[in-house]
């Protein structure tokens, strides 16, 4: 599960939402339960408390200061890293 933070300084992560598919380093969908939730793979859950979350997130205002780029899929099996690189940086936590 995933938590949007209100600062940067809060996040685990910086992510920057790109406008296109093939700009970004995860596609992202969000699931409707949490424990179909796979941060890892992409597939995010926004709890309603940080207290639940695997990790937080702080979307930046520009592509330069994000740890990674997302960009949200319209279906689940479209959730995946197309940037393994990042993916290896970024290590989120698996979700088991």
Do not use: C, H
């Amino acid at each position: 599960m995933v938590f949007k933070e209100n600062a940067d300084f809060k996040a685990d992560y910086l992510v920057f939402e790109v406008d296109r598919e093939y700009k970004a380093d995860l596609l992202v969908y969000i699931v409707d339960r949490d424990y179909k939730a796979k941060g890892d793979e992409g597939l995010w859950f926004f709890p309603d408390g940080d207290f639940k979350a695997n990790f937080t997130v702080f979307f930046v205002d520009r592509d330069y200061k994000a740890d990674f780029t997302v960009f949200f899929v319209d279906r689940e099996y479209k959730a995946s890293w197309r940037n393994k690189t990042k993916m290896l940086e970024q290590n989120l936590p698996v979700l088991e």
